[in-house]
Nanobody, 124 residues
């Protein structure tokens, strides 16, 4: 059972930056593909970014491509999401997720473990 804890959310003005972190309890963190998802009020949870077990491949939603960067440090059992040029439409609860496979996928149902979420609010 993998436990995931997100941190780094907060309130930021449009154009600003935040870095989210996701700490994993699992010693075999390096064998999990990881992803970031977000959910705005009244909307379904949507894919943001994903990264393979090694960090060698990354994937992004079109809405964040060029602004967000996903990365991981397997030695620290931690994944990150650097968010730049934030816009009000990025406001949501951000969740990290893990799947015990090497391949990273972009669908909610592909992930087995989820964190509790961290709120990101971008003011205009």
């Amino acid at each position: 059972q993998v436990q995931l804890v997100e941190s780094g959310g907060g309130l930021v003005q449009a154009g600003g930056s935040l870095r989210l972190s996701c700490a994993a309890s699992e010693r075999t963190f390096s064998s999990y593909a990881m992803g970031w998802f977000r959910q705005a009020p009244g909307k379904e949870r949507e894919f943001v970014a994903a990264i393979t077990w090694s960090g060698g491949s990354t994937y992004y939603a079109d809405s964040v491509k060029g602004r967000f960067t996903i990365s991981r440090d397997n030695a620290k059992n931690t994944m990150y999401l650097q968010m730049n040029s934030l816009i009000p439409e990025d406001t949501a609860v951000y969740y990290c997720a893990a799947r015990p496979r090497t391949m990273a996928l972009t669908t909610v149902n592909a992930y087995n473990y989820w964190g509790q979420g961290t709120q990101v609010t971008v003011s205009s």
